[in-house]
Nanobody, 114 residues
Framework: QVQLVESGGGLVQAGGSLELTCRRS????????MGWYRQAPGKPRKLVAT???????EYSEFAEGRFTISGGSPGKTVYIQMTDLKTEDTAVYYC????????WGQGTQVTVSS
């Protein structure tokens, strides 16, 4: 079994910041990239940002300049620092790890109030 556990979500006012953490545990598997996705109510899940084991980063347009993804132990931990949060950033944020297979966390709620 492979587990991804997200933490750090919560309620924040618009303009504020949050940092989310994702930690992988369980069976050792090959992971080439980790990332964050989000899903707002009634909308499809969307990419926020990813980071490869080589440190290459990719951001969605809405995340560029406000969010920063970083990795801890490669393939084990991934963080995302979110600044200047907007009400439209409200969503459940999911961690994903990908290698031979893909794995998802249960998600953490981020709510940005006006």
């Amino acid at each position: 079994q492979v587990q991804l556990v997200e933490s750090g979500g919560g309620l924040v006012q618009a303009g504020g910041s949050l940092e989310l953490t994702c930690r992988r545990s369980g069976r050792e598997v090959t992971i080439n990239s980790m990332g964050w996705y989000r899903q707002a109510p009634g909308k499809p899940r969307k990419l926020v940002a990813t980071i490869t084991s080589a440190g290459n980063k990719e951001y969605s347009e809405f995340a560029e300049g406000r969010f920063t993804i970083s990795g801890g132990s490669p393939g084990k931990t991934v963080y995302i620092q979110m600044t200047d949060l907007k009400t439209e950033d409200t969503a459940v944020y999911y961690c994903r790890a990908a290698g031979d297979f893909e794995y998802w966390g249960q998600g953490t709620q981020v709510t940005v109030s006006s």
